[in-house]
């Protein structure tokens, strides 16, 4: 698969995780407790690993923007 239709793919994955986790987090007393630990903390860990596979695709972008340049001496 390409880059950019994983990226394509993971980025609104990464959108609902999100939105899941705060709703979740701000609902935690309506829920039950099996609810909650598959909702927020199984989400939870989905959401790491989005969020690593992002960064992963993303590095090129984040080493040139984000990171400075080693000059040489």
């Known amino acids: 698969m390409k880059k950019n239709t994983m990226l394509k793919v993971i980025n609104p994955v990464l959108a609902v995780l999100i939105v ?3 709703l979740s987090g ?10 909650f630990e598959v909702i927020h903390e199984g989400g939870g860990v989905v959401l790491v690993i989005a969020s690593i596979l992002h960064v992963i695709l993303n590095w090129p972008w984040v080493r040139t ?6 000059r040489p001496a």
């Open 65 to 70: 923007n984000l990171l400075p340049a080693k």
């Open 20 to 22: 899941t986790q705060a």
């Open 26 to 35: 701000l609902l935690r007393d309506q829920l039950s407790h099996e609810a």
